[in-house]
C-alpha cells in the first residue's frame, strides 16, 4: 500500500550537513502524511517532523528546529530532511515513516504510522 526507501545517509563532521531522502510508491502514496524518526544506539525512537501532502508541517522535536527541515515534492514522491549543523548527537538511524491517515499526529506516536522503511544510518564524527 506504501513503500518508503530512504537514502542519504552516511558519514558526515560535526557541523556539517545532509539531507536524507525517502522515496515513497503504492496507492496511498498520495493520501498519506510522511515523518521521520529517528533511533540513536541505546535510545528510544524519537520522532523528529511530520509533513502532510498539501504541506503541513508537524515538529515533533522541538530542540531540533532550525537544524531540521522537512519538506516534500509531490511530483516526485519524495520527502526530504534537511540536516544542518550537524552533531554527533545526532547520530542515529533515520527512518522514514508513512501515517495511516492524510494528517500527522499531533505527538510522535508511532501507533499513528503504519508504514516504514528500512532506516538509514547517519554518522557525526570527525
Known amino acids: 500500500q506504501l513503500q518508503l526507501v530512504e537514502s542519504g545517509g552516511g558519514l558526515v563532521q560535526p557541523g556539517g550537513s545532509l539531507r536524507l531522502s525517502c522515496a515513497a510508491s503504492g496507492r496511498l502514496v498520495d493520501y498519506t502524511a510522511i515523518a521521520w524518526f529517528r533511533q540513536a544506539p541505546g535510545k528510544e525512537r524519537e520522532g523528529i517532523s511530520c509533513?502532510?501532502?498539501?504541506?503541513?508541517?508537524?515538529n515533533y522535536a522541538d530542540s531540533l528546529k532550525g537544524r531540521f527541515t522537512i519538506t516534500r515534492d509531490n511530483t516526485q514522491k519524495t520527502v526530504y530532511l534537511q540536516m544542518d549543523s550537524l552533531k554527533p548527537v545526532d547520530t542515529a538511524v533515520y527512518y522514514c515513516?508513512?501515517?495511516?491517515?492524510?494528517?500527522?499526529?499531533?505527538?510522535?506516536?508511532?501507533?499513528?504510522?503504519?508504514?516504514w522503511g528500512q532506516g538509514t544510518r547517519v554518522t557525526v564524527s570527525s
Open positions: 515513516v508513512g501515517s495511516s491517515g492524510p494528517q500527522c499526529t499531533a505527538v510522535a506516536d508511532e501507533n499513528g504510522f503504519s508504514f
Open positions: 509533513i502532510t501532502k498539501s504541506g503541513g508541517v508537524t
